[in-house]
């Protein structure tokens, strides 16, 4: 049974709690007011470039005294070292932040064979002490996005293909769920193993519409959130042009994207054909800057032919990755934007590149939530 995913998330979670913790007014997937009602256009803040550092708060310096605050102002965030009765005391906000990465030599060449020692993760230009590691296959948590405008009725046949081979070659212990959008977001198949389930999802898939990416990408990291099971999550987004009906941004959804730290997103951008060189040009930086910012690829293949293969890159790709732990040298309840940096050196290789993503926003978990102390959510 194909549903719009405002229904799905009314049954799961409440749809009324999602918009009121979405930052900046991008729809979940298909929620529209009454007709009645009407609509009034979406105004978000300003959003500074995505390769500036957001946050203008240094590191804290367990040596540097404690300011007295300004009246009528609130107390300073405590430091790691504090003294109360007369005695010293250590404070450590353990916060976690995992990384999943792939590397790659001059020529493009995964490289599969890196130990612990090999990598160095900078957080704001602060090198960083990696706590966990591991080479790999992980279980995800998949969603594929498939644009279901009318453009694409003629790519649905090695679309739909493309994306079962995907889930065939993933780990069997990966749960995927798909969505269809075009000016709206349906789901299709929620989260399941089940390859003949995903199949029947596909063949409720009907070709219609404009193409609203950034609502469907924001309301699925959303979903993710709420729903998998996995904590290595990943989004694949099939499309064959530039975004013409979301009420989201471009920035809005990749920050929503960061506040939830995650997921990794693939796009496959099917940008031949009938597409003009200035769309498939806007559309392609959009593709690449989901994908940079998140820690993915675009790929662009130059015929259904490719896309096929490309799904089958993609499956190694997240198979195959490096998962990298370290404990923030910042306070996370400093907040702001924290810059991620890694870089990888070996014996026999020159001039590594790492593919992970560029930052984050840490999450701050509510006293008493869950069990969870306060500030120690992984990111």
């Known amino acids: 049974m194909r549903l719009r995913i405002s229904q799905k998330f009314s049954q799961r979670s409440g749809l009324a709690c999602f918009a009121a913790t979405l930052v900046f007014a991008a729809p979940a997937f298909g929620s529209q007011p009454p007709p009645q009602a009407g609509r009034s256009p979406v ?7 995505l390769d500036v550092d957001r946050d203008p708060v240094p590191s804290p310096d367990p040596d540097a005294p404690a300011a007295a605050p300004e009246s009528g102002q609130p107390a300073p965030v405590p430091g790691p070292i504090g003294r109360s009765n007369g005695r010293y005391t250590l404070r450590e906000d353990a916060y976690e932040v995992r990384l999943n990465a792939s590397v790659f030599d001059q020529s493009g060449r995964s490289i599969q064979t890196l130990g612990r020692d090999a990598f160095t993760v900078y ?48 780990n069997r212990q990966d749960e995927a769920f798909l969505v269809d959008f075009s000016t709206e977001a349906f789901i299709d198949q929620d989260f399941t193993s089940d390859i003949s389930k995903l199949e029947q999802g596909l063949s409720y ?11 469907a990408v924001v309301a699925s990291a959303d979903y993710l959130a709420k729903n998998a099971k996995r904590p290595k999550q990943v989004l694949l987004i099939v499309t064959d042009g530039e975004d013409n009906a979301s009420s989201a941004t471009l920035e809005q959804a990749i920050r ?26 806007h559309a392609r930086r959009v593709l690449e800057t989901l994908s940079q910012e998140t820690g993915g690829q675009a790929y662009f293949p130059r015929s259904l032919k490719e896309v096929d293969p490309i799904a089958k890159e993609v499956a ?12 923030s040298t910042k306070a996370p ?10 870089e990888a050196r070996d014996k026999g290789f020159s001039h590594l590149v790492v593919r992970t993503r560029s930052g984050y926003f840490p999450r701050l978990s509510k006293p008493g939530a869950a069990g969870q102390p306060d500030g120690n959510q992984n990111p």
Request: proline letters at 4%; charged letters at 20%; a negative charge.
């Open 123 to 170: 957080e704001d230009g602060v090198r960083q002490t990696i706590a966990g590691f591991s080479h790999e296959d992980l279980p995800v948590s998949l969603g594929i996005l498939i644009d279901s405008s009318g453009s694409m009725y003629d790519k649905r046949a090695a679309v739909d293909q493309a994306s079962i081979d995907l889930v065939k070659l993933s």
């Open 205 to 215: 898939v009907k070709s219609s519409g404009g193409t609203a990416i950034y609502d």
């Open 256 to 281: 929503r994207i960061q506040d939830l730290d995650g997921p990794v997103i693939y796009s496959i951008g099917l940008l031949f054909g009938d597409t003009s060189k200035s769309e498939a040009r």
């Open 316 to 327: 190694n790709d997240i198979r195959t990755q490096y998962t990298i732990a370290y404990h």
């Open 43 to 49: 105004s978000a803040p300003v959003q500074p470039p």
């Open 333 to 342: 309840q400093l907040g702001g934007y924290r810059q991620i940096h890694v």
